[in-house]
């Protein structure tokens, strides 16, 4: 079974720019969450799409948004780059939204966003 | 809400020794808790989770981690390590019911020969 396919692996843009990210999850996944890893940072939770639906969303402002197709794949957009938003980005998909214990995450490879 | 410390940035450990990752958690409510590795430039991998139940856990790869809930604390552990064990560790907790994962900052495993 293929695993989770992050598009494209590493990403250049300008400040200002705006960048879209795809994941595809593991098939039969239906929920698909989005992080962003920085070394100051660490791992932080940006959202999470099950059946088309924002389920849950973190602290992050709203120039970062998301949304999740018919087929279970997801994008996520960042408008207005800041230098600040270089990192890499993990898309993680399971079985169900929430139950974290039952469904776990499974990661894809992430996207490394530079912006210059 | 929930917080993870891990309390270690960096284990440098040699081939073939024992290794503990330690990690605390915080959380008023019941939670799952989790171990991740990340190689390098590759995404996370779940190593081993608690849900519940016994408290010593078994992982991939030959880990294992025991809850201790008076001390909360979740430490990863692996009797022998390899030098393919390099990689990054995240302790992660998820609120029981809840969708997102608060992760903590990582340890660095260094395995020297």
């Known amino acids: 079974k293929a695993g989770v396919t992050q598009t494209p692996r590493y990403l250049i843009k300008t400040r200002g720019q705006q960048v879209t990210l795809s994941c595809s999850p593991i098939s039969g996944h239906r929920s698909v969450s989005w992080y962003q890893q920085t070394p100051g940072q660490g791992l932080q939770f940006l959202f999470e799409y099950f059946s088309e639906t924002q389920r849950n969303k973190g602290n992050f402002p709203g120039r970062f948004s998301g949304r999740q197709f018919s087929n279970s794949r997801s994008e996520m957009n960042v408008s207005t780059l800041e230098l600040g938003d270089s990192a890499l980005y993990l898309c993680a998909s399971s079985l169900v939204a929430g139950d974290r214990g039952n469904s776990p995450l499974h990661f894809g490879n992430g996207t490394r966003l530079t912006v210059t | 809400a929930q917080s993870v410390t891990q309390l270690d940035s960096q284990v440098p450990v040699f081939e073939e020794a024992p290794v503990e990752l330690r990690c605390n958690y915080s959380?008023?409510?019941?939670?799952?808790l989790f171990w991740y590795v990340q190689y390098p430039n590759q995404g996370l991998q779940l190593l081993l989770k608690?849900?519940?139940?016994?408290?010593l856990v078994k992982g991939i790869n030959g880990f294992e981690a025991e809850f201790n809930k008076s001390q909360t604390s979740f430490h990863l552990r692996k009797p022998s390590v390899h030098i393919s064990d390099t990689a990054e560790y995240f302790c992660?907790?998820?609120?029981?019911?809840?969708?997102?994962?608060?992760f903590g900052q990582g340890t660095r495993l260094t395995i020297n020969p």
């Open positions: 992660a907790v998820g609120p029981q019911g809840a969708q997102k994962l608060v």
């Open positions: 959380s008023s409510v019941s939670v799952y």
């Open positions: 608690y849900l519940s139940g016994s408290t």
